[in-house]
């Protein structure tokens, strides 16, 4: 495409905003954030319903849902309910619904929602369980052996911890920790007088669910009852004299959001943990109660923690579903779980010895979880042992609570070579292991940079430096998540390897950009927010848009997990009505209505939620028959493009571009097994096969693409080796065993 071209293309759409502007301000044209959000959560909710998903992986959804409901609650219902406080009737994000409404709509959503998860897990799940020999019992199911067993437990591990807490005028109502189960303890004196209150917390260092003898149960493996049961049926022992008149479960969430006012910041690092003080502090904007609890154990509990009805969540049943994570955990019930895979070897490092003659020989992209995340580990560790590697730097933004990669960089330091860590301390919930890696490294003698206090650093990017025959050789990695082995198992991401001067000369440029003080490089592939990224966004989209109007190829699909930006809703808006075809797959929020005539009616919005969580962003443009892929950190929403420092850049070699459209895209857009389809409403539709067309589970696909190209490469690699070869023991093979260990 030439560049008078590629030019006019952006005047045009400069013009298009100038001129109609207001063609789609119309606040029907956009769904609401929240809402939007809490369908995603419902396609959470509706695996873990489906019966066709093993039965321990539906407990893990409840559980996945009920902890999305918490940050939700965490997050953004505080931030609401503040704004009501404050007395701001109109919401602000494009649809304009007053913030009265979205929280009386989050109100009735969540509760529906949670009636059906109770539902199901007390009319299918738990029956199911039952016949498996997995059984959970209340107080009034313990027989005479339970009762001794129970006893003893309490005793020996319970009552230590327990801390009566009074509440009257001596002993006002305690601070509860946010998230934490607690119960709320009616009695009396033995002679009689007013009633008395108290709360006891229940332990959050104990596990949730206790096992139970199995003894005169001979169809069962395990037995459970829940802590909260154990302490309701000994709370005689906690009040002694005392008159039990009845006891609640009940749960209280906090707001944890906060902001900070970037003018007067003089310690970042001090300023947060302040706030993190504060956060523990914060207001209640959820109360979850068990359906039993009278009227006026509820009202004692909405005046004390400052809440009115609309915040009460009524459960029928044990209070906080994250405590199935503990039985989804259960071994020996292969037949229960999603069949067990290995992350594969990529066939680009399985010829090499080492990550520098991998990397040099071709640009290597690498699927995660479906190949193995021990690459990038391996990348880092060996650069970190590497005598001939003068300094690494890496981004960090949310990593696991014993990080590899983290010993990796502190390793080099004491290995004597210079290391540079950039670590987000803004990273919403991770604030304060952030902080506690950020000491860590700075005792080894990593330099640690906390960025900018008016950004979050939310690339993902590493760079080595490394002294080799013909002199300093640098070696990039990018990728769309985060340097997190956890997460990587469990995440759908990309990760990309080059030496390639024009991405290393833009890496360096990233890392001085975010460490000292510099201008603006002008950058050779990287396309980076907040400066440049949703301009060359809304120009590519343009762009679609006049090649679409001069009758030629015109194309966008869109990976990513959140669409939210009015500027590029408009811009595909006027791309869909200038006949671009536009397929966006998004796994969580999306304010853009498809299909609406006149105004989206060539917009398809599919989102994926299976045994992965999506986390790819993929950005495809057709560009006249000429296509352009481009990968990052960076969804379409306003925080990613204007508040955050993102990085998408291109990917240019042809058989990883082919790769990424044939085995990613097409793939995902073919899904008809676990893809739903947004409706112009909003809601989400299922799609299932038609006719006699095959079943297409996109997550499966990538599996068996990832164990063939693995098997294919070791076939390959076994023809090539000697019987001199055999005797000995390649690196590559070792190297292999571990990472396979590690996955």
């Not at 523990?280 to 068990?290: D, W």
């Not at 343009?542 to 194309?555: D, H, M, V």
Request: net charge neutral; with cysteine; glycine share 6%.
């Amino acid at each position: 495409m030439n560049m008078d071209f590629y030019q006019s293309a952006k005047m045009n759409i400069i013009a298009t905003d100038s001129k109609t502007g207001s063609e789609f301000d119309d606040p029907k044209l956009y769904l609401n954030r929240e809402l939007s959000w809490l369908e995603f959560n419902r396609r959470v909710l509706e695996e873990g319903k489906d019966p066709s998903v093993p039965l321990l992986e539906r407990l893990k959804f409840l559980a996945i849902f009920e902890s999305n409901l918490d940050e939700f609650f965490m997050v953004r219902v505080g931030g609401l309910q503040q704004k009501f406080q404050a007395g701001v009737a109109m919401g602000s994000g494009a649809d304009k619904t007053p913030v009265k409404i979205q929280l009386e709509k989050i109100c009735a959503n969540v509760s529906q929602m949670t009636t059906e998860a109770y539902d199901c897990l007390h009319n299918a799940i738990y029956p199911a369980l039952e016949k498996e020999g997995i059984i959970f019992i209340k107080q009034a199911d313990f027989n005479e052996t339970d009762k001794a067993h129970i006893a003893e437990i309490f005793n020996r591990e319970i009552f230590p911890v327990l801390t009566p807490l009074a509440i009257d005028p001596v002993h006002p109502f305690p601070h509860l920790l946010n998230k934490s189960l607690n119960l709320v303890v009616q009695l009396q004196r033995p002679r009689g007088g007013e009633t008395l209150m108290a709360v006891v917390q229940v332990p959050a260092v104990l596990q949730r669910y206790v096992p139970l003898p199995i003894e005169g149960r001979p169809s069962c493996k395990h037995v459970f009852t829940t802590l909260e049961t154990i302490i309701r049926t000994h709370l005689p022992d906690l009040f002694p004299g005392m008159i039990i008149d009845h006891a609640t479960a009940f749960r209280v969430t906090r707001n944890s959001d906060f902001e900070i006012e970037d003018d007067d910041v003089e310690d970042l690092l001090k300023t947060i943990e302040e706030e993190i003080r504060k956060r523990r502090r914060g207001m209640a904007v959820r109360l979850q109660i068990e359906s039993s609890a009278t009227i006026d154990v509820e009202n004692f509990l909405v005046k004390a923690l400052g809440l009115d009805g609309m915040d009460v969540y009524r459960t029928k049943g044990f209070l906080d579903l994250t405590g199935l994570f503990q039985v989804h955990g259960l071994p020996g019930f292969p037949h229960l779980h999603d069949s067990q895979f290995v992350s594969q070897l990529s066939p680009d490092f399985v010829k090499f010895s080492n990550p520098w003659s991998a990397i040099r020989a071709k640009d290597i992209l690498a699927h995660h979880p479906y190949e193995t995340f021990g690459h990038t580990m391996d990348f880092i560790e060996a650069a970190a042992n590497d005598d001939k590697v003068l300094a690494i730097k890496l981004t960090l933004y949310r990593t696991s609570s014993d990080s590899p990669i983290v010993r990796s960089l502190q390793r080099a330091a004491d290995n004597g070579k210079a290391v540079t860590a950039v670590i987000e301390i803004k990273a919403r919930l991770d604030e304060e292991r952030n902080i506690l890696w950020a000491r860590e490294l700075e005792k080894s003698g990593v330099h640690v940079v906390f960025g900018f206090v008016g950004l979050k650093t939310h690339c993902k990017a590493a760079l080595v430096v490394r002294r080799e025959d013909d002199g300093l050789r640098r070696y990039v990695h990018l990728s769309t998540g985060n340097y997190n082995p956890q997460t990587a198992r469990m995440y759908t991401d990309l990760g990309y390897f080059t030496c390639n001067n024009d991405f290393c000369e833009d890496v360096s440029a990233l890392f001085n950009y975010l460490t000292g003080y510099c201008e603006l490089p002008k950058w050779k592939k990287l396309i980076v927010a907040p400066s440049r990224l949703q301009d060359f966004m809304l120009e590519k989209i343009a762009l679609e848009a006049s090649i679409a109007q001069q009758g030629k190829p015109a194309r966008i699909i869109a990976k990513i997990n959140g669409l939210l930006e009015p500027a590029i809703v408009k811009g595909l808006y006027r791309a869909s009505n200038a006949g671009v075809k536009i397929d966006i797959i998004c796994r969580g929020i999306c304010n853009l209505r498809p299909g609406l005539p006149g105004v989206s009616e060539n917009i398809r919005v599919i989102s994926i939620v299976d045994r992965f969580l999506e986390h790819s962003r993929i950005y495809y443009f057709e560009n006249s028959g000429s296509p352009q892929v481009y990968i990052g950190s960076a969804d379409w929403m306003d925080r990613n493009l204007s508040r955050r420092v993102e990085v998408v850049f291109p990917i240019e070699p042809l058989d990883l571009k082919s790769r990424i459209i044939s085995e990613i895209l097409n793939v995902s857009l073919n899904d008809n097994t676990k893809a739903r389809e947004l409706q112009p409403d909003g809601s989400y539709k299922k799609i299932a096969p038609k006719g006699n067309t095959s079943r297409i589970r996109s997550q499966e696909k990538y599996l068996e693409l990832a164990t063939s190209n693995a098997q294919k490469i070791s076939v390959e690699l076994q023809s090539e080796i000697t019987n001199e070869q055999k005797n000995e023991k390649p690196p590559v093979v070792i190297k292999s065993r571990r990472i396979r260990k590690n996955n």
